[in-house]
């Protein structure tokens, strides 16, 4: 009598399907996080709130004044832990173009970010997205982009940076498990 590996009745078939089919789709969640990476997520997403109702009006009304002060003066616990640290935000028109920055650094003019594979795949997939990126001088930013949704419509976007080196030293928080988090969640 010859044996199989699935069984004469092939018993064992649907359970190996089964499993396969759930590590196959629940491979796609974040997996769990420590504290010290929890509570980034957390802050960040805290401030991406916060920004995000605050900004919401100004950025649909095109409004530059008001788009500086919304960013001037949002007080909630998360983004005054973010003056704490070297958080820069910046805020986007639906074409990637600079409208405000947050501490108001460098000369001031415009610039168009557009062309960054982060705005692009915000403003493609209406989701907020990050990556890492190099500095001339070497050192990395871990860039956070969020969109700006009304009615379905992206009226703009909200990008935070932060150094690596910090997010590392506050929040023990390496390149790789920066990368693997899911802001949408």
Not at 75 to 81: I, N
Request: charged share 20%.
């Amino acid at each position: 009598m010859r044996s199989s590996f699935f069984g004469d009745q092939g018993r064992l078939w649907p359970v190996l399907l089964v499993s396969a089919v759930i590590l196959l789709f629940g491979c796609h969640q974040e997996p769990p996080l420590n504290p010290g990476i929890a509570t980034f997520k957390q802050e960040l997403k805290g401030c991406l709130d916060s920004l995000k109702v605050s900004l919401m009006e100004p950025v649909a009304k095109k409004d530059l004044a008001a788009i500086t002060a919304a960013l001037a003066n949002v007080e909630s616990p998360a983004v005054k832990l973010c003056r704490l640290c070297p958080f820069e935000i910046g805020v986007l028109n639906p074409a990637g173009e600079i409208l405000a920055a947050y501490p108001v650094k460098g000369d001031g003019k415009a610039k168009n970010y557009s062309s960054y594979d982060l705005v692009k795949k915000a403003i493609s997939s209406k989701k907020i997205q990050q990556q890492g990126l190099f500095l001339p001088d070497g050192s990395k930013l871990y860039l956070v982009c969020a969109p700006l949704i009304r009615k379905d419509v992206l009226i703009g976007l909200v990008a935070i940076a932060i150094s690596s080196a910090d997010a590392e030293q506050r929040w023990h928080l390496k390149e790789k498990e920066f990368l693997a988090l899911d802001f949408n969640t």
